[in-house]
């Protein structure tokens, strides 16, 4: 089965970086879609970036120039880099992936989840 696990996390002042990671396994294609999601609280997941297996991106308005999001195929990792924080990304941060999808940011699309990291920005 595929499992997912997130580390990274973490706190940072307004303007910090921070770059979270999560190691893949299980997985039985490499035409597997990787993605980061988070969730605030008292708000629903969202999408805030995904990778497909051909390395297309996509990406939240709301994270676009600040956050780019990268795997290393060898070590089964995806990583999301985070510059400029801002107090509203703070949330927990989940990694998600499925097979063959294209690079969506639906919460619906993913059938595999980490357990997450915190990301607290103040």
């Known amino acids: 089965d595929v499992q997912l696990v997130e580390s990274g996390g973490g706190s940072v002042q307004a303007g910090g970086s921070l770059r979270l990671s999560c190691t893949a396994s299980?997985?039985?294609?490499?035409?597997?879609?990787m993605g980061w999601f988070r969730q605030a609280p008292g708000k629903e997941r969202e999408g805030v970036a995904v990778i497909d297996s051909d390395g297309v991106t996509s990406y939240a308005e709301s994270v676009k120039g600040r956050f780019t999001i990268s795997k290393a195929n060898a070590k089964d990792t995806l990583y999301l880099q985070m510059n400029s924080l801002k107090p509203e990304d703070t949330a927990m941060y989940y990694c998600a992936a499925d097979y063959y999808l294209l690079p969506t940011l639906k919460v619906e699309d993913f059938r595999y989840w980490g357990q997450g990291t915190q990301v607290t920005v103040s």
């Open positions: 299980g997985y039985t294609s490499s035409s597997f879609c």
